[in-house]
């Protein structure tokens, strides 16, 4: 897409306003309810396809798919990435009243990190087309862990914070309980950190992996800096409300991994069959349409089997326990 600067400053602007917005209607500590979250959930939807609707008024069809194929491949990681912030709050014991707010300045901290690692996607793409080997090659290995940690019989059930999150409450120091809202309190003489900027510290600085193969898939879409940016921000925008709203059913998703992987694997080839045709090998490459399908289908295969394990696993239950 030619997309000039006072498109993309007033889509960052346009962008802002819609954080803000969420920001001041969910400024009041409160615990979410299922109506509340679901309402949200639907309207960060609708926002998202309304945008599609507006990139195929202003360029036509090809980026309209490249952003809805972007914007359901990063939804459905950031699900997966739900499990990981459900360990944060009950590692960290935040109060329910509370999570809103932890999971809205997650939020933004992790649009501010993509926002960088897109820049220097688009900045290594544009200069080293043979990247795509590298990207593909780590999509592909990504999709084999996954698949590897889902045949594992026994998963790590606690979050374990990381050392630059370790060092940072050495450095500081942590109270020892939550004082609202507060970040930062005054206790025996010196300025501490709270739990709840811990907590939000642990959320920002985890999207940090999870970036790591978002970027690269959405790449494997897209080399439109300005697609894959919105796309993430979508995906991102409407996490907080899913959080709420899916947080009982995330582990009922137990073929999640399985259908990451096969997700992350499949645009990992996309990627090497498109390096290969940049260098000039007639290799056959996958199109938008069928890379949107083949995702949505995916998903929807994992879902449905998912649940019907889940249902069958909670019918064996009460026969073994007799």
């Not at 450095?171 to 300025?191: C, M, P």
């Not at 090497?272 to 090998?281: F, K, Q």
């Amino acid at each position: 897409m030619n997309v000039s600067p006072t498109l993309w400053l007033l889509t960052v602007v346009a962008l802002c306003a819609l954080v803000a917005a969420d920001f001041f209607i969910g400024r009041k500590p409160h615990d979410v309810s299922i109506r509340e979250a679901g309402t949200w959930t639907i309207v960060w939807i609708v926002l998202a396809c309304l945008f599609g609707l507006g990139l195929f008024a202003y360029d036509g069809a090809r980026p309209t798919g490249e952003f809805f194929a972007g914007y359901v491949t990063e939804k459905s990681l950031s699900v997966d990435n739900l499990f990981v912030f459900v360990l944060i709050m009950a590692k960290f014991a935040v109060p329910s009243q509370y999570q809103q707010r932890v999971l809205m300045v997650g939020v933004i901290v992790a649009l501010v990190l993509r926002a960088g690692f897109i820049a220097a996607g688009a900045a290594i793409i544009s200069a080293f087309s043979w990247v795509f080997y590298l990207f593909g090659a780590f999509l592909i290995w990504t999709a084999w862990k996954l698949i590897q940690d889902a045949r594992k019989e026994e998963h790590e059930e606690e979050y374990q914070e990381n050392k630059l999150l370790r060092m940072v409450e050495n450095r500081f120091g942590v109270a020892d309980r939550y004082h609202g809202t507060k970040l930062w309190i005054e206790q025996n003489g010196k300025r501490v950190m709270t739990p709840m900027l811990v907590v939000m510290l642990a959320i920002g600085s985890t999207d940090v992996l999870f970036a790591l193969d978002s970027i690269p898939a959405i790449y494997g879409l897209t080399q439109d800096p300005y697609i894959v940016f919105t796309a993430n921000a979508f995906a991102l925008m409407g996490l907080r409300q899913l959080y709420f709203l899916i947080g009982g059913l995330l582990k009922k998703l137990v073929h999640l991994s399985y259908g990451l992987s096969i997700i992350l694997g499949f645009i990992g080839v996309k990627l090497i069959l498109h390096a290969l045709h940049e260098s000039g090998v007639h290799v056959p490459e996958i199109g938008i349409p069928f890379s949107l399908g083949f995702i949505v289908l995916v998903l929807a295969v994992t879902t449905l089997t998912s649940l019907r394990a889940s249902r069958q696993q909670q019918e064996r239950a009460p026969a073994e326990s007799v």
